[in-house]
């Protein structure tokens, strides 16, 4: 039983569908309240199982698929508020941007750390409104 | 299908074209004008290339990658301008944490409002004329204009 309701599951597939870049996806996902929702109240094995369920299925609908995405922002959320993202809890290659949107909220955590290493890929400077 | 893209400097730029259009999408697409009254939203849907395809590509392909964006924004020597001075054919780049979420062509930006009206493509969605903050909220609000000086 899906953790999100059916207006908030066809609200991610919205956003799916028009986002072009993973990184606008994820932080839109992670600013969603019903992702904020599940990151408080659910736990993490339940969110897992959930994510499992939905990328090992047969259906590759934009629904399912954004719903996925949807419990990945919240699996990540859910770990930076208990300090440590670490690798995925699962194969993200389901997910065609699933890899790449762990791999930049690992990077956002370790730029805000002590001891930065690796410098990031040329970025842009926007200005607000 | 990979086509050939490269900046005014000769950088290889990513790309791809997609084939299919689910029926969601053309469901979703569908429904914009409701959701995006003051938008114009143009028939025709096309996976074969996105909203930086149409700023950058002429509408060929899809450009994913978002260092892509910046590479071409600075080997084609585009400069940041205020929006008052945003004329037809300067661009719009939207963004999240410095990073190009969606792309669009000024069309039009008539005193005294300056309230830019932008051409741009949504996803895999049609092509929509709108005004430069009336846009769906995964691309964000935070964006600049730019003119090429190539």
Redesign the interface.
């Known amino acids: 039983m899906s953790l999100f309701t059916e207006a908030e599951r066809r609200d991610f ?3 799916f ?5 993973p ?3 994820w ?2 996902l992670d600013g969603h309240p019903a992702v904020r929702r599940v990151a408080d109240l659910v736990d993490e094995d339940r969110v897992l199982d959930e994510f499992v369920r939905l990328i090992r299925g047969a259906e590759r ?3 399912v698929l954004a719903e996925a995405y949807a419990l990945l922002a919240a699996m990540i959320a859910k770990r930076r508020r208990v300090g440590r993202l670490g690798p995925p809890p699962v194969d993200l290659g389901a997910l065609r941007w699933g890899q790449q949107i762990w791999a930049r909220a690992r990077r956002d955590e370790r730029s805000t750390g002590t001891a930065v290493i690796a410098s990031p ?9 | 299908m990979i086509i050939r893209l490269q900046t005014a400097a000769g950088r290889d730029i990513p790309n791809g074209q997609d084939t299919e259009i689910s029926a969601f999408e053309r469901n979703w697409s569908a429904e914009l004008p409701q959701t995006h009254p003051d938008a114009d939203v143009f028939p025709g849907l096309s996976p074969t290339y996105n909203c930086h395809g149409l700023t950058f590509a002429s509408r060929r392909t899809n450009i994913g990658e978002p260092d892509a964006i910046a590479h071409i924004l600075a080997d084609d020597r585009y400069e940041v301008i205020d929006r008052r001075e945003a004329r037809a054919g300067d661009i719009i780049v939207y963004s999240k944490d410095g990073e190009p979420t969606h792309s669009g062509i000024v069309v039009e930006n008539e005193s005294p409002l300056f309230v830019p009206w932008i051409w741009s493509k949504w996803g895999s969605g049609p092509e929509v004329r709108h005004t430069y903050l009336d846009v769906h909220p995964v691309y964000g609000k935070d964006h600049r204009f730019f003119r090429c000086r190539v």
């Open positions: 597939a919205g956003g569908t028009i986002a072009n870049v990184i606008s996806l932080h839109w609908s934009e629904m890929p040329p970025r842009l400077i926007f200005d607000q409104g």
